[in-house]
Each structure stands twice: as C-alpha cells, then as structure tokens.
C-alpha cells in the first residue's frame, strides 16, 4: 500500500526543538493537503497542523500557534514539521495524511486517504 512515511520522533527536553519529516516515498504528495496529528497514550487523535497543496494556506491547532511550523518542498515530496519550545503535553506519535480537503477543514481528521505509521515524540526531563 502505498503510504508515506514520518521520521524524527525522538526524546526531547522540555523546551527543546525537533523537525519531524513526512516522506511520500512512491506517493506524491504535490496535488493533496499534508496534516500533522498526533495521539498521546490514553487520547484520542487531535490535528496539529495542515498544509495545503501549494503552501498557499496553512491551519494550526490552537495550542501549537507560535511553536510549531509546517512547511513542505514538492520537488522532495516531503512536508516538515518544525517544533520548538516542546512541552511534555506535546509528547505521542505523530502521524502525517494526506487529504484532498482545504486545510480549514482538514484539522479535524475527517476525509484522510492514507496515513503514515507515525513517530514518537517524547519530551520529558
């Protein structure tokens, strides 16, 4: 199946920076809307952020504003998600998918085609 693939989950101090890639591999990503999640133990997934097709229009969750950026190069078929000042909340597996939807409605995770596997993201002291 074809689906893409998140790495740079790792463990982090509170207040550290990580860059998570979301890799398309065989699957182009160019024509789709890109959405970061994650799911901490014991929670149900929540959007983190969203990236539209051309990185015309982006969508944040609320508790990420102003620490996480979401970028992406079509030409290397991979999205990035850049986290700073990382919180032990922020801690769970991260997961990208691909979605036709804009990203102002893609937040909720409804109308995903595919997912990746996921990254774990640890922040803790």
Excluded: H
């Amino acid at each position: 199946q074809l689906q893409p693939v998140e790495s740079g989950g790792e463990l982090v101090q509170p207040g550290g920076s990580l860059r998570l890639s979301c890799n398309g591999t065989r699957l182009a990503l160019d024509f789709y809307a890109i959405g970061w999640f994650r799911q901490a133990p014991g929670k149900a997934r929540e959007g983190v952020a969203v990236i539209g097709s051309r990185s015309l229009s982006i969508n944040y969750a609320d508790s990420v504003k102003g620490r996480f950026t979401v970028s992406r190069d079509n030409a290397k078929n991979t999205v990035w998600l850049q986290m700073n000042s990382l919180k032990p909340e922020d801690t769970g597996v991260y997961y990208c998918g691909v979605t036709s939807l804009p990203p102002s409605r893609a937040l909720k995770g409804d109308g995903y085609v595919v997912w990746g596997q996921g990254t774990q993201v640890t922040v803790s002291s």
